[in-house]
């Protein structure tokens, strides 16, 4: 998304996470919020006087199979909304009223058999502690799959756990 820079303040962080209700929200639909602003670390990335915003949300493929793409065009740009709205509650008075261009796009995860994905574009996002905890999460699951360790529920929330551990290190 492209803003107009003065609603990004000056001293803004290039990344920021957004869970404004508890950890218990941090993998459902949408209960996430991961922004990155290049633009105030390299001004030049975008055109004088604007901000580059990418922001990034969780969300499943059931929530988006079989929709019209009438119905999907209306619900990206719904669910669109509803994140720029939170991300203008919490950090960015104005920031409706500051886009100058905004590009939505939904990127599905069809089920493809062996194929798994790691680092900064998937869960748990950007960083390198997320990035690092990407691969042990896909370490477990790839194991789990081709039968060398079991599949464990317990060990999953463990690893979470260890995640939030991890977080508040950084």
Known sequence: MGVKDTVVPPN????????EDDSA??????????????T????SLAPEGHHIL????TSCIENWKGLSLKDYEEKKELVANKIISRLENKLFPGLKS?????????VLKEAIDGLYCVGDSCFPGQGVIAVAFSGIMCAHRV?????????????????????GCLRKMA
């Open 12 to 19: 803004t962080d290039c990344h920021h996470f957004i869970l």
């Open 40 to 43: 105030v670390l390299d001004s």
């Open 98 to 106: 500051s886009i100058v261009l905004k590009e939505s796009s939904i």
């Open 143 to 163: 194991t789990a799959d081709i039968g060398l360790e079991k599949r464990s529920p317990v060990l999953d929330a463990a690893l979470l756990w260890l995640l």
């Open 54 to 57: 990418h922001i990034f949300t």
């Open 25 to 38: 929200n941090l993998e459902k639909p949408y209960g996430s919020i991961f922004l990155s602003i290049p």
